[in-house]
């Protein structure tokens, strides 16, 4: 049986998150978080994603869609504030496989930044105080990747190979913990596989537009065999986005 993971992405539409630097907690989580989920399909992940757009996502709505799903791992994607520097992750206080899931992605995490560690947080009558941790019945965690008012981790998300670089990181973690196995990358990363995006839903915002637009123009069309999709790499993405920026699909 397939493994299942809820992806939940933080914040939306007319609630942005933190904002600094001109960017948006909202929208770096989503693209991180559409990465994560391409990168756990590829890996035969069944998946289940909060939001694929910068749109509303309510906690208690998007609790109760984790529930349903009934995965075996859940987890919250966001951007931190208040000009710190480094990842952290909030468990469930209790312990057990959401602070096995965390310490597996810190493991992964600290490849690419410092890791200011795992973390619990409990309100008045001692329970935990995230309702995404605390209502959520599979093991959960939430993430926080960054801080979008601190300069040194500015400089790790503003790019999509940044945020790319966090969810292999956030994907390696996860594969870890399901007892899946993943293939080590150049340089000593260990990575699942190489991003392919099926559908327009899962290409990186930096890249949807000029994906739509061409198959709007009918010059990019998806396989006869409609289990692979589109089935665009990450290479292939970015080599579109840089074409179109050069006049090539006027």
Known sequence: ?????FIGIGHGGSDPGAVANGLKESNLALD????????????????????????DDDLTDK?????????????????????????????YSGGGTSKLLAQNIEQEVKKITIS????????????????????VKAPSVI???????????????????GRQKFAEAYAAGILKTLGIKTVQAEGGGSVCCKASYKT??????YGRAIVKKLIDKGLLKGYADSSLGLNLSEELVRMLVINDRAGLYK
């Open 116 to 135: 200011r560690g795992l973390k619990t947080k409990l309100n008045s009558s001692g329970a935990d105080y995230f309702g995404f941790i605390r209502q």
């Open 200 to 205: 327009l839903e899962e290409v990186p915002e």
């Open 1 to 5: 049986m397939k493994k299942k993971v």
């Open 32 to 55: 991180i978080g559409m990465r994560l989920n391409a990168l756990l399909k590829a890996a035969g992940v069944f998946t289940l994603i909060s939001r694929t757009a910068d749109v």
């Open 63 to 91: 609790i109760a869609r984790c529930n349903v799903f009934n995965p075996d791992l859940a987890l919250d994607i966001h951007i931190n504030a208040g000009k710190a520097e480094g990842w952290e992750a909030y468990v």
């Open 143 to 161: 993430l926080e990747a960054a801080f979008i008012d601190n300069a040194k981790d500015v400089e790790r998300i503003k790019t999509g190979e």
